[in-house]
Antibody, heavy 117, light 107 residues
Framework: EVQLVETGGGLIQPGGSLRLSCAAS????????MTWVRQAPGKGLEWVSI???????YYSDSVKGRFTISRDNSKNTLYLQMDSLRAEDTAVYYC???????????WGQGTLVTVSS | DIQMTQSPSSVSASVGDRVTITCRAS??????LAWYQQKPGKAPNLLIY???SLYSGVPSRFSGSGSGTDFTLTISSLQPEDFATYYC?????????FGQGTKLEIK
C-alpha cells in the first residue's frame, strides 16, 4: 500500500525558513515524479513544485527562488525547503505522486504551515 | 499561465440527482485535464485523468468528457458521500493550475 506522510509544518515568523518532509512507503520516490500542492485556509488548491524522476524541477512563480524541492533516495523522502517565508505562504502543504507529471494520484494527509509574527 | 474556470462555484442537489460541473481553460489543453474530489479536512482524491479516464476504484457514476478548452464532470446519480468540493486541474503546461472549485451541497 502506498503511503505518504508529511511532517515539518508549524508556526514560523515572516522571513524565516522551514523544511517539509514527505516520507514514502509502498513505492520509490526516486523512480516517480513527485509534487507539492498547497491550500490556504478556506481556499482552493495551488500547485507549488514538482521534481521529475530524472531530477528536473519546476516551480510556481509565487515560490520560485524561495522554495527548493529535493529528495533523499536513501531515505525515500521528498523535501520542500521553504525560505523567506511570507504570510501568504500560510497553507496546508500536501505532497503527492504525479505519474508522468500530469495528474496527482497518491496524496499525503498534509502539514500546516503558518507564517505569522 | 493557463487559467481554469469552473462553473458553477456551488450547486445544491439531492441524492439521486444528476449533476454536471464544467471547467473551461483559457487556452487549449488537449485532454490533459484531471478532476479531484475533496472533503473537509482531507486531501483531494483523484477521480478522472486525461479528461475521461476513470481512476482506479472510483465509482462508475463519475464520468468526464471534453477536450481543448471545455470539459465536464458528471455524477449520474448522487450518493450521500458525493457531497464535497470538486476541482479541475490542467496538465498541459507549467505552472499546473487548478480551477477555483465547485462545492456540491445537499439540497
Amino acid at each position: 500500500e502506498v503511503q505518504l506522510v508529511e511532517t515539518g509544518g508549524g508556526l514560523i515568523q515572516p522571513g524565516g525558513s522551514l523544511r517539509l518532509s514527505c516520507a514514502a512507503s509502498g513505492f520509490t520516490v526516486s523512480s516517480n515524479y513527485m509534487t507539492w500542492v498547497r491550500q490556504a485556509p478556506g481556499k482552493g488548491l495551488e500547485w507549488v513544485s514538482i521534481i521529475y524522476s530524472g531530477g528536473s524541477t519546476y516551480y510556481s512563480d509565487s515560490v520560485k527562488g524561495r522554495f527548493t524541492i529535493s529528495r533523499d533516495n536513501s531515505k525515500n523522502t521528498l523535501y520542500l525547503q521553504m525560505d523567506s517565508l511570507r504570510a501568504e505562504d500560510t497553507a496546508v502543504y500536501y505532497c503527492a505522486s504525479a505519474p508522468n507529471a500530469y495528474f496527482f494520484d497518491y496524496w499525503g494527509q498534509g502539514t500546516l504551515v503558518t507564517v505569522s509574527s | 499561465d493557463i487559467q481554469m474556470t469552473q462553473s458553477p462555484s456551488s450547486v445544491s442537489a439531492s441524492v439521486g440527482d444528476r449533476v454536471t460541473i464544467t471547467c473551461r481553460a483559457s487556452q487549449g489543453i488537449s485532454s490533459t485535464l484531471a478532476w479531484y474530489q475533496q472533503k473537509p479536512g482531507k486531501a483531494p482524491n483523484l477521480l478522472i485523468y486525461t479528461a475521461s479516464s476513470l481512476y482506479s476504484g472510483v465509482p462508475s457514476r463519475f464520468s468526464g468528457s471534453g477536450s481543448g478548452t471545455d470539459f465536464t464532470l458528471t455524477i449520474s446519480s448522487l450518493q450521500p458521500e458525493d457531497f464535497a468540493t470538486y476541482y479541475c486541474q490542467q496538465a498541459n503546461s507549467f505552472p499546473r493550475t487548478f480551477g477555483q472549485g465547485t462545492k456540491l451541497e445537499i439540497k
